[in-house]
Structure formats: structure tokens, C-alpha cells
């Protein structure tokens, strides 16, 4: 036989392959793949790629740069709009989940405060408050364009000087502080394992998060909203996910190694 078999490409094999990888870790841990969301972040992949992951179903969708995401945003608007006026019927394909009418964008990377107002209104999460002056104007800004922004509070549970993210004793007290802001809603912790060869260095740093998400989660009754709790990247993905990650940002195992410009 000429030609490639229906319904695989490399980005498709790579995408089932971190699914199942997922799927498998979550069991390892008690819980089902649907338990545990893929955030596709997409600093490094091309426009056809981020196209085509869509196509195959995939709703969520990451950032970590605030210039890429509106230009990221603004080209898969477009094709979202292109396909749902040539209707769906032209590139669906059999045995495909549908593609979504919209995607989700997670905002996952640093943010200065005076690009709240660029990013907010294209993300569904911004994943890494990391001060409390950040999620004042985050809240400023949501409360002047009349909304509730949910936000994760990233947590420095390596140490390293060089990352971002609140130590972990003030945690805590950061989450409370965010819970008198109405316009804010603090829906978990966010954290990055520290740079190194080996994956499982990743396991402590992990362990203490999951351990402080917990902690905060059972302090008060009515924090139903506080269940999210995101870590793990391609190295170290299913090491989170063991210790108790239910979302994980996954981009090299997705899309390669390659820069996209
Ligand atoms: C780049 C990035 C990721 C994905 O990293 P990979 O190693 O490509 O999977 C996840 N989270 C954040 C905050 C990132 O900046």
C-alpha cells in the first residue's frame, strides 16, 4: 500500500501517546484520564500544528507569552469562524471527535501586571498570580470591566531564587487575601518543578504542593471552587500527575523541540 494510513500523523500519534501517558498515571493514582486535563501549550508550535490539534477535538489550549497569545488567539479565531461557515461537514472526518465550536486559552506564564488588561479578556485562567499586587490588578481590572477572573496561585515549592511564585508558608495566607477580592475567584495553586536531568527531582517539590493544595482545600467548608491544582510538563508529567496534578502543561511532547520562529 502507497500512501499513509487514515488517521494518523505525528502530531496525532504524539497526542494519543501523551493521552494514554496521562490516562495510565492517573490510574497509577487512583483516578481516570477525564480526572486529569491536557493544557497543549503552544509557545513552540506552528500555527498548522495548533490547527490540527483542534481539529482532532483538543479544547485546551496554553500560553506562555503575552505577544504570542493574542497573535496565537487571533489566527485560531479565524479558522474557527472559516470552518464553522463552510460548515463542519468539509474536513470532519470519520471516527473524530468533533471539533470545538471554541477553545479554551490558559494564560500559563509569568505576568506583568500591565498586560492583565491584554490578557484577560482572551483566557479562561491565568495560572500564575504570583503576587499580591498582580492579583490587585488583576482584580482592579475585573472589576472594572464587570467580571470574575479565576486564577491560580503559583507556588515556588523548589526554592530556586529564579522562578516565580509565592514560598510556600505565605501561600495560605495569599489564597485568603484573594478570597475577599469579588471579583477574583482563586481556584487552586500552580507550581514548576525546578530545572534538572532527572524527572524525579520533581517529586518533592510536587509532593509539597499537592500537600499545601490539600491543606488549604480542607481548612474551610465552601471552598468547592479551590480544585485545581496544576503541574507537570513534558519531563515530568506523570510524576505530577501521581502526586496529585489535575491539570498538566504539556508542549514538547506534543509538538517537538522545534522553535516556531
Ligand atoms: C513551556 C511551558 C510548559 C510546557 O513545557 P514543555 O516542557 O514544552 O512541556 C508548561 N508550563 C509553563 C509555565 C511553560 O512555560
Given at each position: 500500500m502507497v500512501g499513509s494510513t487514515p488517521g494518523t500523523s505525528p502530531l496525532r500519534d504524539a497526542y494519543?501517546?501523551?493521552?494514554?501517558?496521562?490516562?495510565?498515571?492517573?490510574?497509577?493514582?487512583?483516578?481516570?484520564?477525564?480526572?486529569?486535563?491536557?493544557?497543549?501549550?503552544?509557545k513552540n508550535a506552528t500555527p498548522d500544528q495548533i490547527r490540527g490539534?483542534?481539529?482532532?477535538g483538543h479544547i485546551d489550549l496554553g500560553e506562555s507569552r503575552v505577544q504570542q497569545l493574542g497573535q496565537r488567539v487571533a489566527q485560531l479565531n479565524e479558522f474557527l469562524a472559516?470552518?464553522?461557515?463552510?460548515?463542519?461537514?468539509?474536513?470532519?472526518?470519520?471516527?473524530?471527535?468533533?471539533?470545538?465550536?471554541?477553545v479554551r486559552w490558559h494564560m500559563i506564564g509569568h505576568l506583568q501586571r500591565n498586560k492583565v488588561k491584554q490578557v484577560v479578556p482572551l483566557v479562561k485562567l491565568v495560572h500564575g498570580v504570583d503576587s499580591l499586587r498582580l492579583a490587585e490588578e488583576l482584580h482592579n481590572y475585573a472589576a472594572r470591566t464587570e467580571q470574575v477572573v479565576d486564577v491560580l496561585v503559583q507556588v515556588n515549592a523548589s526554592g530556586e531564587a529564579s522562578k516565580h511564585g509565592i514560598s510556600?508558608?505565605?501561600?495560605?495566607?495569599?489564597?485568603?487575601?484573594?478570597?475577599?477580592m469579588l471579583h477574583l475567584r482563586c481556584r487552586g495553586l500552580m507550581t514548576m518543578a525546578p530545572h534538572t536531568d532527572n524527572p524525579e527531582d520533581a517529586r518533592g517539590p510536587f509532593a509539597r504542593t499537592a500537600e499545601l493544595f490539600n491543606e488549604i482545600r480542607g481548612e474551610k467548608v465552601g471552598r468547592d471552587g479551590f480544585n485545581i491544582l496544576s503541574m507537570g510538563m513534558t519531563n515530568?508529567?506523570?510524576?505530577?500527575?501521581?502526586?496529585?496534578?489535575?491539570?498538566?502543561?504539556?508542549?514538547?511532547?506534543?509538538?517537538?523541540?522545534?522553535?516556531?520562529?
Open positions: 494519543r501517546k501523551v493521552c494514554d501517558r496521562i490516562a495510565a498515571a492517573a490510574e497509577r493514582s487512583g483516578r481516570k484520564a477525564k480526572d486529569v486535563l491536557m493544557v497543549a501549550v503552544t490539534l483542534v481539529e482532532m472559516r470552518h464553522k461557515t463552510l460548515g463542519g461537514a468539509v474536513v470532519a472526518k470519520p471516527n473524530t471527535p468533533a471539533m470545538p465550536e471554541e510556600p508558608p505565605a501561600v495560605p495566607h495569599i489564597v485568603d487575601q484573594i478570597e475577599t515530568d508529567f506523570e510524576i505530577a500527575i501521581e502526586e496529585g496534578a489535575n491539570i498538566v502543561r504539556i508542549g514538547r511532547a506534543l509538538f517537538g523541540e522545534t522553535e516556531s520562529e
